[in-house]
């Protein structure tokens, strides 16, 4: 049971606006789908840097795409990077539109 993000009363979870104070919680939720999607959109979009660095032995050259390197990670930037920024930007304007509102 979720109670409303504004007042705090308990609510079926079923209804548009709360009943007690007509918080508009569907717009909230479109907010929070918002900033996740920002989010994950930017950690998917940079995923291939860590994992670049922890595939690197110590002292190894991250960007070498030999055997000695996590070079070959950073190529999935070249797919996760547009992926991961239409993410962003979709959620960044599902958020803002929100906000202003
Ligand atoms: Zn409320």
């Given amino acids: 049971m979720e109670n409303c993000p504004r007042c705090g009363e308990r609510r079926s979870g079923l209804e548009r606006f709360c009943v007690n104070c007509g918080w508009d ?16 959109g930017c950690l998917f979009a940079l995923l291939p840097i860590p994992i670049a660095i922890l595939t690197t032995p110590i002292g190894g050259n991250m960007f070498s795409t030999g055997g000695d390197g996590g070079g070959t990670a950073l190529f999935g930037l070249l797919l996760t990077l547009p992926i991961g920024a239409v993410a962003f930007v979709v959620g960044l304007v599902l958020w803002i539109n ?3 509102k």
């Fill in 98 to 100: 929100n906000r202003t």
């Fill in 25 to 40: 919680i569907a717009a909230n939720r479109k907010n929070l789908v918002g900033r996740w999607l920002s989010g994950g």
